[in-house]
């Protein structure tokens, strides 16, 4: 199963989360950045977007902030039979030079724990990434509905 598309080209989000904007920090480029709230547990949300690194230098996403939330966990997910095994990554989420990479449901995401309040559908929350190399981003996620991920509703 691929759990992460790696490719060039242009940056997409989820295609159920409503439109928003790209932001740019020095060679990295953040697109279309979304949240869900969990219908089954409103005191956590997922967060994605798609992540390029347009450089000849390798980065990292070394963590996440947000007033939204007590904490935010950088995660992979790996299929283990029928079930996913969730972890966060500890050293953060590393992408080659000249790479793209999709944060998505089933994949690599941002897990916002402890949140403020449930998340309302588009609404907009204030997230800040910290790269290795490239320093601090401010960005704003649009949250789009819950919906279907395997046989759960997030």
């Known amino acids: 199963m691929n759990l992460f598309r790696r490719a060039r080209g242009v940056l997409a989000g989820s295609p159920d989360a409503p439109a928003s904007r790209s932001y740019t920090l020095g060679e990295i480029e953040i697109g ?8 089954v547990d409103a005191s956590f949300a997922g967060g994605y977007f798609t992540f390029a690194n347009k450089g000849a230098t390798p ?6 902030t947000s ?3 007590e904490r935010i966990e950088i995660h992979a997910i790996k299929v283990v039979g029928p079930d ?3 972890r ?3 050293g953060g989420l590393a992408i080659s030079a000249d790479t793209t990479l999709t944060l ?3 994949g690599y995401h941002l897990l916002l724990t402890g949140l403020k309040k449930p998340l309302q559908e588009g609404e ?3 997230v800040t990434l910290t790269f290795e190399a ?4 401010d960005i704003e996620c649009v949250v789009a509905a819950p919906g279907p991920v395997g046989q759960l509703t997030l």
């Not at 980065?59 to 996440?64: E, G, H």
């Not at 490239?134 to 981003?137: P, Q, V, Y």
Request: no cysteine; proline share 9%.
């Open 32 to 39: 279309s950045p979304w949240a869900r709230a969990s219908s």
């Open 59 to 64: 980065d990292r996403l070394v963590t996440a």
């Open 67 to 69: 007033p939204a939330a």
């Open 84 to 86: 996913l095994k969730m």
């Open 88 to 90: 966060e990554r500890e």
């Open 104 to 106: 998505k449901p089933r």
């Open 124 to 126: 907009r929350i204030a």
């Open 134 to 137: 490239a320093g601090t981003l």
